[in-house]
């Protein structure tokens, strides 16, 4: 059983979502659901620490070699994104049954739930598998559940946002096929391990450099990249709350991933930072997110939009992490992963609770709020802070990195702006604390109880993990270090 | 040299057309058209990549030697299937943005979700 | 000599303040009981800290590992000179301040008194934090708490003054600490490679100038507690909180734990010889006398009495970092001595402000005409102040004063004797009118009003007997303040 856990991780919340039809009872399949996304869990985590012992774990599905049977294979960085993934959706599921009564019409419940695991199932798929296609394929399989989810939100904007969603994600997926496509021209194979070994002998061909082109700019579609971000504000902002709370916190860090794996274990370092001017891009790309989406941050209304920009302003300082191309800078990035995933599933989690209870996040909402939901406001203001990067909280672990690494390149003016672009953070968020504490609750208002307890007990255990592993970083710190060190040592 | 690579002119053409009518149509069934397009173009292009000179179909047969390689054909089926399912998903959520809005034109929606706000 | 050691004291005194918000929490119905845990509290700590001193005195070495946050960098602590006197500073003001501060707000019936001294221990719990904090940063965290803790102690009322103070109060040192402060120690990690506080200095002696320059002034202004202009609008921000916060936090805890960490930085992360060649010091000397200068004569322009008290406080953290920046050993012992005599001297000035707004509710300088005979133990310990931040004898300020001259005349700095005689010349002419107004006027329109509330007067009354009372028995303070540098550290 131990052996087939890396393709159990994938099998078993794909296998579970047509049985969802089964069910017909909307709380039945919840209670389904989550024990499947809890086993993803309790998977994910013997994966983890099998490879931490262990090294790489390599499982060739059906026991054909690869490369013509497909491999999964799971080093570090993979079991800290199943990881990653697997927890936040079991955690946020949690909150699920109570919070999509109030938004999903009851005939769409269990669609809901078999959309839900299939996604999930899509993007546990794209980070374990090793062959280069199949992430093709389950990026397609997370994406195409993620528009319906999206499209299932109450409000007519979120069919709007899905459709746009959907032409933005498959020009993006597209363009990852294009790329995967010339890669296996040149090479011959689709195995990640194989095309890692055959890419240097074509290093200098026209092909590659397209190759490598479509793909990166198909990932960073993906991954909301300013200025290819344009699709999440609002698709973040008008899906169910819940499916916010869960893409906030993975589906960018998938697109992470990818990019991660195919430049540093696939590509390689050496060429996938002198094929393009990638450094310098990213670094100004991330940088100008930064500072464009935090800015934005400050004037929305709808508090979902406002954390969307906050998302992707996050994203800015993972890609920055990211082009500092050294271990301590990757370790910036995977803690930051790590670390915002669960920021943002606590804070889009208090905004479901807030939607639950007012139908609405907007400004206005929260007058008065830390009166009327002491606990979900208490929440957001812990994440907050944590966005902010205060210490003992996790926020403070990844900025500390991602401040070292900086430094240790040199990148002082790099640094600086980082500093003052976290200081937006500080903006955006003490305007919510503001109006919370300090303003009355608007007329009607004022009868709003605390939520209930099924919403409580999923965002505080999530605000507790911001707490806790800004405290105790032994697990993030060390598994973000060996994956990094795997990803500069030897190849996949 | 040009004419040799003839298929990858066709697949950049049809790439582009398509492109074309994603970005500058502003009508949401149009926009699907075009976005088949886009991605027919990529499975033409898998499969004329798969293509050996002199080769044939991949069928164990008495004195052939050479086969064309069978997997990208493969691979294209499982990408017409995702494509097909990305269609599908579009044209369902144009049908419920028409009734939502009462209107698949860009602009119009645009318009109306201004007003909203 | 105790059956608790005094490594346990240690943790004890900066967990017991914030356990004990749980008993405040509980409590909370209960006025009588709630005061009671918080007396109680601070008298457990009181007893701690002198037991501490004690132990410290007698040549032990207490310190404590608690974890490792980041490899490398632990939280710990250990007991040094300066940061004894700092913490019998508080935890002994906390006591005084606590009696006050249960006249203050039974008498003016304020709300949410729970949540007021439940921050107020937290606070309490992080400056004994950042007291004893082995390294720079242990010290940042607890640094960063006292901010957070004392926002809400900022905005106990509630209006839209208040919330705007708050937003400058968190506002500067939320930005400063995040931009400067922790650049500064990450700097100083990455080019020492630690953070401890070691005497001499961490950095080695072929630095580059340049770099430590650049240090020196992030870390000045980083530290926006010490409110060095242009980061001091804060302070008088912070004057909308009750008058016990302004008392305890804004004339001892919370400043002087800036110019505490000034003074740690420069002595321990820099090192007096270390420092000598670094140019940008003259730069920050020359910035301090000039906020000294400049917060005096706003002093004298405000008749609100609390922002005169506000600046008269930015102008006298100045003195603490000019002393500390003439890097003599004379001017360093001035300025731990002045730590001393301002927080005494300065929360008598608070604590009278506060007795004639509950008594008399006057807020302006030009409405004390004639008080002195309604309250006379009020005016008299508020003369006692004065004396004390003028620098007359017989004050504990003469003390401060006559060390820091005495440097600054070793050191033949004109400009710190120019700064000195001139400040002393403002100091006199912004206080002793208002005494001489309120013995010798008379009222202009005659409202029958007594003294405060009988605690209130006796914390005053304490405060104003032990500013003058220092100054007969100033041995032990002295001892403590000349330990603080390098060879005479008590044998560790």
Redesign the interface.
């Known amino acids: 059983m131990l052996t087939h856990l890396p393709v159990l991780q994938v099998i078993v919340p794909l296998l579970a979502a047509p049985l969802c039809l089964l069910l017909t009872r909307s709380r039945l399949v919840w209670v389904f659901t989550l024990i499947v996304s809890g086993l993803a869990f309790v998977i994910s985590g013997l994966l983890l620490q099998q490879v931490m012992a262990t090294g790489t774990i390599i499982y060739e599905l059906g026991g054909w070699d690869a490369p013509w049977g497909i491999e999964y294979r799971i080093d570090q960085l993979n079991a800290l994104l199943l990881l990653i993934i697997s927890g936040v959706s079991t955690v946020v599921l949690m909150a699920a049954h109570t919070s999509i009564r109030k938004e999903i019409s009851p005939d769409r419940h269990s669609l809901f739930y078999i959309l839900y695991l299939l996604s999930l199932a899509g993007m546990l798929g794209i980070v374990a598998t090793a062959d280069a296609f199949n992430v093709f394929v389950f990026l397609e399989i997370s994406s195409l559940s993620a528009y319906a989810l999206i499209a299932l939100g109450k409000d007519r904007r979120a069919l709007w946002a899905s459709y746009q969603y959907l032409i933005m994600g498959t020009i993006g997926a597209t363009f990852i096929l294009i790329g995967i496509g010339l890669m296996y021209q040149m090479t011959g194979t689709l195995n990640m391990y194989d095309l890692s070994q055959r890419l240097p002998g074509v290093e200098n061909t026209r092909t590659l450099f397209t190759a490598f082109s479509f793909f990166i700019v198909g990932v960073c579609l993906k991954l909301a990249l300013f200025p290819l971000h344009l699709w999440l504000p609002n698709a973040y902002a008008y899906a169910p709350s819940i499916v916010t709370a869960f893409f906030a916190a993975t589906a960018t860090k998938v697109a992470i991933y990818l990019l991660i794996r195919f430049t540093f274990s696939i590509f390689g370092l050496s060429f996938s930072f002198t094929a393009l001017p990638l450094q310098l891009l990213f670094v100004v790309l991330g940088l100008a997110g930064v500072f464009v989406a935090s800015t934005s941050a400050i004037y929305q209304t709808n508090i979902k939009h406002l954390f969307a920009y906050s998302s992707i302003a996050q994203v800015g300082y993972m890609i920055i992490g990211f082009s500092v191309s050294t271990v301590t800078g990757l370790m910036a990035t995977l803690l930051h992963m790590f670390n915002h995933a669960l920021m943002k599933s606590a804070l889009f989690l208090a905004l479901g609770a807030v939607m639950y209870r007012f139908g609405s996040v907007k400004i206005n909402d929260f007058h008065g709020l830390g009166r009327l939901m002491p606990y979900t406001m208490a929440a957001i203001v812990v994440g907050g802070i944590s966005l902010i990067g205060v210490p003992l909280t996790v926020g403070f672990i990844s900025k500390w990195y991602l401040l070292m690494a900086l430094i240790e390149k040199g990148w002082w003016p790099v640094a600086v702006l980082i500093l003052i672009g976290s200081l937006l953070a500080v903006v955006y968020v003490w305007r919510l604390v503001e109006v919370a504490y300090f303003k009355p609750p608007v007329a009607g208002n004022e009868a709003v109880k605390e939520a209930p307890l099924s919403f409580l007990i999923p965002i505080w255990l999530l605000v507790s993990a911001n707490i806790y592993f800004g405290i105790d970083t032994r697990l993030s710190i060390q598994v973000a270090q060996a994956a990094a060190h795997s990803l500069f040592g030897v190849s996949p | 040299m040009l004419i040799g690579l003839y298929n990858y002119w066709v697949v950049v053409v049809l790439m582009m057309i398509g ?1 074309y009518i ?1 970005i500058a149509n502003g009508n ?1 069934i149009k ?1 699907i058209v075009g ?1 088949s397009i ?2 027919t173009s ?1 499975f033409i ?2 499969i004329s ?1 798969a293509k050996v000179d002199g080769g044939t179909a991949p069928i164990l047969a008495e004195g052939i030697k050479q086969y064309s390689n069978p997997l ?1 054909h493969v ?1 294209i089926l ?2 017409i299937v ?1 494509g097909i ?2 269609t599908a ?2 044209l369902a ?2 049908v ?2 028409k009734e ?2 009462g209107s698949i034109e860009e602009e119009e ?1 645009q318009a109306k ?1 201004n007003l ?1 706000c | 000599m105790s059956f608790l050691s005094l490594d346990t004291m240690l943790q004890f005194s900066i967990v017991l303040p914030v356990l004990a918000t749980l008993g405040i929490v509980v409590a909370g119905r209960h006025p009588n009981l709630r005061e009671a845990v918080t007396i109680t509290t601070s008298l457990v700590l009181l007893y701690f800290v002198s037991s501490l001193y004690q132990g410290y005195e007698s040549g032990e070495t207490i310190s404590v590992q608690w974890w490792e946050l980041i490899p490398g960098l632990q939280v710990s602590f250990k007991i040094e000179a300066l940061g004894m006197m700092f913490a019998l500073i508080a935890s002994f003001l906390w006591l005084i301040t606590t009696v006050y501060a249960i006249g203050y707000m039974r008498r003016h019936n304020e709300q949410n008194q729970t949540r007021f001294y439940s921050c107020f221990a937290i606070a309490i719990g992080s400056v004994m934090g950042i007291a004893f904090a082995e390294n720079l940063f242990t010290l940042f965290i607890f640094y960063e708490i006292l901010t957070l803790s004392t926002y809400p102690l900022v905005t106990h009322s509630g209006t839209d003054e208040a919330r705007k103070g708050g937003r400058i109060y968190l506002g500067i040192l939320l930005s400063t600490s995040i931009a400067f402060f922790l650049l500064a120690i990450v700097s100083t990690w990455f080019v020492a490679g630690t953070l401890d506080f070691t005497a001499g200095g961490v950095f080695d002696a072929n630095v580059d100038l340049t770099v430590a320059g650049v240090i020196l002034v992030l870390f000045i202004f980083g530290i926006g507690k010490a409110s060095i202009m242009p980061f001091h609008r804060w302070l008088p921000a912070a004057m909308v909180a009750p008058t016990p916060v302004s008392a305890l936090l804004h004339a001892v805890a919370v400043v002087k734990a800036g110019v505490f960490t000034v003074v740690k930085v420069i002595v321990y992360i820099f090192g007096l010889d270390q420092l000598q060649n670094v140019s940008s010091s003259d730069w920050m000397l020359y910035l301090s006398g000039f906020t000294i200068i400049v917060g005096s004569i706003i002093a004298l322009r405000s008749d609100n009495l609390k922002r005169r008290l506000a600046y008269s406080t930015v102008s006298q953290l100045s003195y603490v970092i000019m002393a500390t920046l003439m890097l003599l050993p004379l001017s360093v012992t001035g300025a731990a001595l002045h730590i001393l005599a301002h927080a005494f001297g300065k929360i008598t000035l608070f604590f009278a402000a506060g007795s004639i707004y509950v008594a008399s509710h006057k807020t302006k300088v030009s409405q004390l005409n004639g008080i002195g005979r309604r309250m006379p133990w009020t005016m008299l310990a508020f003369a006692v102040g004065s004396l004390s931040i003028i620098g007359l004898p017989p004050t504990i300020g003469f003390i401060s004063k006559w060390y820091i001259v005495l440097g600054a005349m070793e050191a033949q700095q004109l400009f710190v004797i120019a700064v000195i005689i001139s400040s002393t010349l403002l100091n006199a002419s912004y206080f002793l009118p208002v005494i001489y107004a309120a013995f010798f006027k008379s009222e202009d329109q005659p409202v029958e009003h007594g003294e405060a509330p009988v605690l209130m007067v006796m914390a005053l009354t304490t405060t104003a007997a032990l500013t003058i009372l220092l100054f007969f028995y100033s041995d032990n303070a002295l001892e403590l303040a000349q330990q603080l540098l390098p060879g005479n550290s008590n044998g560790k």
């Open positions: 492109f994603v949401l926009k976005l886009f991605q990529v292009f898998y990549m990208p691979l499982t990408a995702v399912a990305t998903v579009g959520l144009a419920r943005i939502a809005y929606i979700d909203d």
